[in-house]
């Protein structure tokens, strides 16, 4: 895998580069989530109870935000064809991206998680399992919206695009991932819940670089 | 002696963009060490040619082939004997010239040392020393578009499409591409340039492709 | 073999033949089913006369399923073969499919009203519906979502692909979200158990809608194919050369020959 590395490598610099990219990410996660008690009120029985949903919803919106820059700045200077020409597998390049995509996005999301589940109140036993649950969600978002991010380059208002083509395709990792603490909080067991996150991560692993790679072709015919 | 490589060959090509054809019935022959010019007006379809030719778009009717291969039977090994500089520079304003034509060299498959040794003659070929290690966003039009061209060296492929290469360039550094290219002709290497541009190309194949405008030649609606 | 098929001019001939017997063999059909619907079947003993909704909403929601699946089969064959009316007719039918599926969970919302006494249920076959619908959505802003119609298309076809492989996942999540959330009290629409004078309609109906499909695609398809052709004629009237001479169906000629290489 000539570059591939290489490439991931690259593309974490640009995000130190343009380290506002990712705070900016966190700090609309933070918003989001510290919005709801504002609108449903601060009891902390009625927050706990919706607390897996908030927290999911609002780190699935975060990654949203930032998936229009993973593959639109190369494709704007020319670097995505050359990207094309190289002797890396496009399929991998592709891959590559989305990994530094989810390094300078969802790995952070995850990260800063507890410290938000404790002003929604969310539950002590349950933070592992938030983080967990993230960890192994953030990367299928980030895997589903390459696709979608690939695809609608070089459309008109790409944003609003981006997020009407994701937002059925998100359901499941969220349907799982909320899923997955909740279970946690109300004693049932997460482990179904995590095992069925890991195995949309296997299947989009598997799936979404070549689908990604291929949209890449079309943009750059 | 040289083994004697195959030619690269477009047979009767025809080209679409969206839905209309730009042009038709092109075809040329391009031996190792030559040198093919496009000129043309504005929208003849040279870019598209050039994107043609590196295999990013495929051909709407016509065979574009590598000796006796069709490029599209092997697009990966087309895009390993080619560099392709277009009107964008594919440079990051936040990165160094140094950094980023290692990372392509890298890219290309040359090894960590092989990139190294590479991209310092590209480096000097280019007369880039001063600024290699300026972050790209300081560097002025021509020294960037010097940068993009330093690509060509900084990763061997015996075939190269530029499109616009003399674009922003002092008159000592069109000198200097134009002897860069006689020197990669005479390691028998091949060159494809559009350009507007009177670029002194020895010995070189001109196509104007004006003269394949489809006048009278509009395809069926659809591409069949 | 394939490029039989995908002759354009060919197209237009055989679908404007088939097109008065489509829309005919549909109304009849349609006709034939609301009258057995309306009329000759009995009103459900549990639900009363509110159980004739459902002989739009069932037929519906399975269009909005069989349309999608069209769709995407399609538009694999576009993205394989390069087949360039399999792309005119994955673009044709989804806002076709879309209207189904509108119609699907607007019946479903006045059939739940009496029901459950709420217009809308998170009930698992609805919520599937309703994230479908969303799925036809993302793929009609996406293939007018270029100034280049075909590079829509193309991106288009490809989300269609992905879609339907999504579409299993989504309807297993949605399934089990349901069964977390809700205790399966709420009435199953479409029971297996079904009495005969209740199937017969709900057949007649189900095969007018896939006729009546048949028919709104042959027509969308036909006025794409006319828009195209407008627009060839446009840019035709912009290009500073004489015009081509039209064949005889409206298509143009095959380009000029070959010229001699350099």
Known sequence: MPGFLGLVRRDLQLALHHSGDTALVLAFFVLTVVLFPFGIGPEPDVLARVAPGILWVAALLAALLSLDRMFLPDYEDGSLDLIVLSRLPLGLAALAKIVAHWISSGLPLALISPALAVVVDLEPGAMPILVISLLLGTPTLSLIGGVAAALTLGARRQGVLLSLLVLPLYVPPLVFGAGAIEAQETGGDPRADLLLLAALLAAALALAPWAAAAAVRQATE | MRPVLPDLIGEDLACRRGERLIFSGLGFRLPAGGALVLSGTNGSGKSSLLRLLAGFLPAASGRLMWGTQPVAADLAGHHARLHYVGHADALKPALTPREQLGFWSA??????????????????????????????????????????MARLLAAPAPLWLLDEPLTALDEASQAGLQAIVVAHRDGGGRVVVATHAPLAVAGARRLVLDDYHPRRAREPVLPI | MLSRFANPARFVRVSAALLPWCAGVSIALILLGLYLALIASPPDYQQGEAVRIMYVHVPSAWMALNVYLFVAAASAVALVWRHPLAEVAARAAAPIGACFTFVCLTTGSLWGRPMWGTWWVWDARLTSVLVLFFLYLGYIALVNGFDDPARGSRAGSLLAVVGVVNLPIIKFSVDWWNTLHQPASVLRLGKPTIALSMLAPLLVMASGFTVLFVTLLLIRMRTDLKQRRIRALQLDRLTPAPAPPHTESGLPARPVAAREGI
Do not use: K, M, N, T
């Open chain 2, 107 to 148: 890219l290309r498959g040359l090894s960590r040392r092989q990139a190294a040794a590479a991209v310092e003659a590209a480096i000097a070929a280019f007369a880039l020393e001063p600024v290699a290690d300026w972050p790209c966003r300081w560097l002025s039009a021509g020294q960037r578009r010097r940068v993009a």
